[in-house]
């Protein structure tokens, strides 16, 4: 159960004076639906009022508040004048400018004759000081009305400051005192004040230091996120290790047959890995592990002789891709290794005919079926194991940590291998699983050759596709990616169709299309065709950038490259140079470059390095947008800033470490006052894992 003391910080944001429906769906937008989600919700800027000079010494520019008496309104005559009040003080006039103001409205508020507090941005129009639209104006009584300084909030469209400002404030007001969860001497030493004290002193800067990320409030707040997150991770964990039962030990049969069919060695580093999974397996407790390898790595075969580990030890192990056709490449890799190990291996998606499904369900409960490549259909409820033992989660930015664990799930304490060909930065990698065991791929198979990468302005594509013409004359086999840009579909696939129907032209026969939108049928002829060579030139959105392998294709097009992140290109890339023949990467760029983009390419023709391309890329984007991207898997943080707070995070994890060695139920005083951080962090999933346990 939250604690009682949270209840009012839970309710749905129209709870607060101001906030009607109408705004509540805003705000919602803005920030979320509960109170405490505008809470974390911090001022970006502030407003200096204080500056309150007469008006013969307001200065263009500053924002200025002033005492002045209403003197006269100069109602418009046209629709295009403003309406103005002329006011004044002793030394001079101020003109308050109105577009669009209505005059019942502005007589009231500014009534001739009286004193009025006025507070805006100066401007000198025509040698008049003049103010469009004060932020303020009211009689001198109320002048304490007006924030000496003010906060400014991130907004959206159709929401003003000033019911955010209010509604924010009795948000804040409304924050109770909650007993302290941080460490004391650890609180002692940074010299921070309480959550409360700190929440409120976060949401009135007094300047603009007080809104940097290392401003004691605003560090405070981002260490109990990060505390929480670390906590929280940290409890599941200990959860499911205590639950262990599990040692998955094989004989090696499996895997020496499997090896012993294939044309070529493993690298040093796929076998450092598997020999780490090997050996974490075949303890009691639970493996999470990371597999980290650039594209081309090779960390399907490594995930693959994982699974057959399991088979040896009499169990099953599934692997999930994140789309279809993913899933059928795995599948089709893995398949002739199966065959030749005798292990039987099933496909599962989406689009299965109801007859194979309920082969492949039965397959799976009965244990007759061994191995399954799948998307995630195989988290669907009606899928059961006979015995689970190892889930393979392949590019798993793309799922959510909850369908990693609904894997887990179909089975008794299973082993989790995430692979993954991004390599995440330590400080981003701790954010979202704290603590984790990496192996890493750091070689590619050998005979590979160098990518030649040149980048070419977009007017001379005609030489492009000159250049293919010779190329797929002599065998050659390309891809030509055009880009994707969310917002606008339609007009990309327009995009796409157009390339793919110009080259038909050109090329006829020889040219597939692949993208998002076609049926799986259709996406897995057009495959089929270009990976056995029917087909010459691929043109495709992005939907090749993940795990498509087809070594035979050599050369990599990528239309309007300024337009991809780093990352991406170099996933792009890296579906060539996967054979023994040489490959080219063209990029294609629409001129004028900006400084970001052109910085970009040049790191692509400089290296494929993919770790040094994940830091070039880090360093370019900035951890928050990594981060910001709904997809990323990572815990979408409020209050921490991971380019900032990295030293906060590393604390976190230690804290969090601790408290799980000394504390693992949370029943100390500290472990109660944690339970209530969690929940305020909504990581109630893990106080969940606590009572089950
Ligand atoms: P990743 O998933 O890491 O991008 P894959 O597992 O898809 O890489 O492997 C890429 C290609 O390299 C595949 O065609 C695979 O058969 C091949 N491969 C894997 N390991 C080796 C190796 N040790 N030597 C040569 N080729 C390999
Ligand atoms: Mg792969």
């Not at 940074?190 to 009135?204: G, N, P």
């Not at 988290?379 to 194991?385: D, G, P, S």
């Not at 891809?479 to 157009?498: G, H, K, Q, R």
């Not at 040049?602 to 070039?616: C, L, N, Q, S, V």
Request: charged share 25%; glycine share 8%; net charge neutral.
């Amino acid at each position: 159960m939250r604690p009682q003391s949270l209840t009012p910080l839970f309710a749905h944001v129209t709870s607060l004076p101001g906030i009607g429906p109408r705004l509540g769906k805003l705000v919602e937008k803005l920030a979320g639906p509960l109170v405490v989600d505008l809470l974390w919700h911090l001022p970006f800027a502030v407003i200096d009022r204080r500056n309150a000079p007469k008006v013969s010494g307001a200065r263009a520019g500053d924002v200025a508040t002033l005492t002045v008496t209403v003197d006269e309104h100069l109602v418009p005559r046209g629709p295009r004048q403003p309406y103005r009040v002329w006011c004044s003080d002793e030394t001079g006039r101020l003109c308050l400018t109105y577009f669009n103001g209505r005059e019942d409205y502005l007589k009231t508020l500014l009534p001739v004759g009286e004193t009025r507090v006025v507070s805006g941005k100066i401007e000198i129009y025509q040698g008049e000081v003049q103010m469009t639209h004060p932020d303020h104006a009211v009689p001198l009584e109320q002048r304490d009305s007006i924030l000496r300084v003010e906060p400014v909030y991130g907004l959206t469209a159709g929401l003003t400051q000033r019911p955010v400002q209010k509604a924010m404030a009795s948000a804040v007001d409304r924050a109770p005192d909650l007993t302290e969860w941080q460490d004391a001497t650890y609180l002692a030493k940074q010299r921070w004040a309480s959550w409360r004290q700190a929440l409120a002193e976060a949401h009135a800067p007094a300047d603009e230091a007080d809104l940097s990320p290392m401003h004691p409030a605003r560090a405070r707040l981002a260490f109990d996120e990060l505390l929480a997150s670390q906590l929280a991770i940290a409890l599941v964990r200990h959860h499911n290790r205590i639950l262990a039962g599990h040692a998955t030990e094989g004989d090696g049969r499996f895997r020496r047959a499997a090896l012993s069919s294939l044309p070529f060695d493993l690298t040093a580093s796929q076998k450092a890995a598997i020999e780490e999974i090997a050996a974490d397996m075949g303890k009691p407790e639970r493996m999470v592990r990371l597999l980290q390898g650039d594209v081309g790595s090779g960390k399907t075969l490594v995930a693959l002789l994982a699974m057959l580990i399991c088979v040896e030890a009499g169990a099953q192990a599934a692997l999930m891709a994140p789309t279809e056709l993913l899933a059928r490449q795995h599948h089709a890799t893995i398949a002739p290794l199966a065959a030749a190990a005798g292990v039987r291996l099933a496909l599962l998606t989406g689009r299965d005919g109801q007859r194979q499904k309920k082969q492949t369900l039965q397959g799976l409960s009965d244990g007759s079926i061994q191995l399954v490549v799948g998307t995630h259909a195989l988290v669907q409820e009606e899928v059961e194991f006979a015995d689970l033992a190892l889930a393979v989660v392949d590019e798993q930015h793309r799922f959510g940590v909850h369908q990693r664990m609904a894997l887990s799930s179909k089975g008794h304490a299973v082993d989790l291998l995430v692979m993954t060909a991004t390599p995440i930065p330590r400080t981003l990698m701790l954010a979202a699983y704290g603590d984790l065991d990496v192996s890493k791929l750091t070689e590619k198979p050998a005979g590979r050759q160098p990518i030649d990468t040149r980048t070419i302005p977009l007017e001379r594509i005609g030489e492009v596709v000159q250049g293919i013409g010779r190329q797929i004359a002599a065998g050659a086999r390309v891809y030509w990616v055009c880009p994707l840009i969310e917002e606008s579909e339609e007009i990309d696939l327009a995009n796409v169709e157009e390339r793919f129907r110009l080259l038909g032209e050109r090329f006829p026969g020889k040219v597939g299309l692949l993208h998002g939108r076609l049926k799986g049928a259709e996406r897995e002829a057009t495959m089929a065709a270009f990976a056995d060579g029917r087909l010459s030139i691929l043109v495709a959105t992005t939907v090749i950038e993940v795990g498509v392998d087809v070594p035979a294709a050599t050369v990599m097009v990528i239309e309007h490259a300024e337009r991809f992140g780093l990352a991406q290109l170099h996933q792009l890339r890296g579906r060539v140079g996967r054979g023994s023949a040489k490959s080219t990467c063209l990029l294609l760029y629409a001129q004028p470059l900006g400084e970001t983009a052109k910085a970009r390419l040049a790191i692509m023709r400089e290296t494929e390095d993919g770790f040094r391309i994940a830091e070039e890329d880090l360093r370019l984007r900035g951890a928050g947008e990594i981060l910001g991207t709904r997809q990323s898997g990572l815990p979408d943080m409020r209050l921490a800033d991971l380019s900032a707070h990295g030293e906060l995070l590393q604390a976190a994890r230690d804290d969090a470490r601790l408290v799980i060695e000394r504390d693992p139920d949370l029943q100390s005083e500290r472990g109660k006052a944690l339970r209530a951080l969690l929940y305020l962090f909504r990581r109630d999933d893990a106080v969940r894992t606590l009572r089950a346990g």
